[in-house]
């Protein structure tokens, strides 16, 4: 399995990813796979984000049902837990070889994630158009996040990655 999931609010299930391009649904009180969602992507997806919510919004309780994948060269699929269905696709953001991560907003309203264009996108979770494209960064946007009691996102670059390993580079070799 490459990734998982935390803890939902009020279930007890995990998400992964797997190396085999599917996606399983585990129940910890049982300790079972309780659903499979085989050839998820045509690739092994990287990424795999639940709605989390936040103590700062509230959502509909379906929204908590709804999760997100992506894999390289495949873009960003959002799912309904219950159907275990692609119920959107993102994918006018660019993700060729790195591993973008992805969020759902607080609301429940977005989803925003990285691109290898050195933007950052934000989408209508209703929509597969964009409503914002994040420009001006200067290298790929690796990971996004929003802000649990504002309307902001963040993100984090290639070159912050960069900077942090030069730094500790230099620390090491005194």
């Given amino acids: 399995f490459q990734l998982l999931t935390p803890f939902s609010y009020g279930k007890d299930i995990v998400l992964a990813c797997a190396s085999n391009r599917s996606i399983q649904v585990f129940d910890m009180n049982k300790g079972v796979v309780a659903a499979e969602v085989p ?16 103590m ?3 959502q509909a309780p379906e929204s908590y049902n709804l999760f997100l994948t992506s894999a390289v060269t495949d873009g960003l699929k959002l799912w309904d837990l219950r159907t275990l269905r692609c119920v959107r696709r993102y994918d006018n953001h660019v993700n060729r070889c790195h591993s973008c991560s ?7 309203r977005f989803v925003a ?3 290898e264009d050195k933007c950052a996108y ?3 979770i209703r929509s597969s158009s964009y409503l914002h494209k994040l420009q001006r960064h200067s290298e ?3 990971s996004v996040a929003f802000n649990p009691a504002t309307p902001q996102v963040s993100d984090e670059l290639i070159e912050i990655l960069r900077k942090t390993v ?3 580079k230099k ?4």
Wanted: proline share 2%; glycine share 8%.
């Fill in 113 to 115: 994630c990285g691109s």
């Fill in 122 to 124: 934000v989408y209508d």
């Fill in 166 to 168: 030069l730094c500790r």
């Fill in 102 to 108: 992805s969020a759902i907003s607080p609301c429940g």
């Fill in 140 to 142: 790929t946007v690796l």
């Fill in 39 to 54: 050839d998820a992507h045509s690739r092994a997806a990287h990424c795999i984000t639940q709605n989390k919510g936040s």
């Fill in 56 to 58: 700062f919004s509230t």
């Fill in 171 to 174: 620390k090491t070799s005194k």
